[in-house]
């Protein structure tokens, strides 16, 4: 079975992180990990955020669907590892 490694860039992520984070929850017994990543600084925060996901054995059906509906959302960037 494959591991499907998900890296999303997700723009302008306090416009979009609640939409975002409903697509998160919707395929979130498909996804084993999930890491948020983002810059912060003395000033602010950084406008994008990095999200990494783990999708489960035999799940490659699901982290498909999830990449379809995330791209959709218009805001998003996504690279992909398969081991």
């Known amino acids: 079975m494959s591991k499907i490694i998900m890296g ?3 723009k302008e992520r306090m416009k979009n ?10 395929y ?9 990543l983002h810059s912060t600084g003395a000033d602010a925060c950084s406008p994008d955020g990095l999200i990494i996901l783990e999708f489960l054995n035999g ?3 699901e ?3 999830f990449e379809k509906e995330a ?5 998003v960037e996504i690279q992909k590892m398969v081991f």
């Open 8 to 10: 999303v860039k997700l």
């Open 17 to 26: 992180a609640s939409e975002f984070q409903a697509l998160l929850s919707r």
């Open 28 to 36: 979130g017994c498909s996804i084993s990990t999930r890491l948020g």
């Open 59 to 61: 799940a490659q059906s």
């Open 63 to 65: 982290a498909a669907a």
């Open 71 to 75: 791209l959709a959302l218009g805001e």
